[in-house]
C-alpha cells in the first residue's frame, strides 16, 4: 500500500511562483514514478509531469515553466512552477503505480494510488 500526500497549493498571481510537495510513503515507492496531474472545473484530468530513474516528462503546456524533482531521502516529489498563468488554474494531484511504462504516464487509469489534491488558483 502506497500512501500519498500533496501540499503546496494556494492562489498567486499570474507570473508567479508555487512549489507543491507530493509525499510518498509505503513499500517500495522508491521505484515507483510519480507523476503530477491536474483537473480544472469541467475539464479532463491531464498529465502535467512525471518523474522516474533520473528521466523527467512534462505536458507541452508547462515545458521552461514547470521543473519536476525528486528527493529521495525524504520520498518526497516536488513540482516548482513558475511564470503562473490563469489557465493553470487547476485542483493538481500527484499519482504513482508500479512498474508503470513511460509511454503511459499521462493516462490516469494506468495510476493505482492518488494524492488528495491541492488547489492551485492563479489570478490575472
Known amino acids: 500500500e502506497v500512501q500519498l500526500q500533496a501540499s503546496g497549493g494556494g492562489l498567486v498571481q499570474a507570473g508567479g511562483s508555487l512549489r507543491l510537495s507530493c509525499a510518498a510513503s509505503?513499500?517500495?515507492?522508491?521505484?515507483?514514478?510519480i507523476a503530477w496531474f491536474r483537473q480544472a472545473p469541467g475539464k479532463e484530468r491531464e498529465g502535467v509531469s512525471f518523474?522516474?530513474?533520473?528521466?523527467?516528462f512534462y505536458a507541452g503546456s508547462v515545458k521552461d515553466r514547470f521543473t519536476i524533482s525528486r528527493d529521495n531521502a525524504k520520498n518526497t516529489v516536488y513540482l516548482q512552477m513558475n511564470s503562473l498563468k490563469p489557465e493553470d488554474t487547476a485542483v493538481y494531484y500527484c499519482?504513482?503505480?508500479?512498474?508503470?511504462?513511460?509511454?503511459?504516464?499521462?493516462?490516469?487509469?494506468?495510476?493505482?494510488?492518488w494524492g488528495q489534491g491541492t488547489l492551485v488558483t492563479v489570478s490575472s
Open positions: 499519482a504513482t503505480a508500479p512498474r508503470l511504462p513511460f509511454s503511459l504516464w499521462r493516462t490516469p487509469s494506468y495510476y493505482t494510488f
Open positions: 509505503g513499500s517500495a515507492v522508491d521505484d515507483y514514478g
Open positions: 518523474i522516474n530513474v533520473g528521466r523527467k
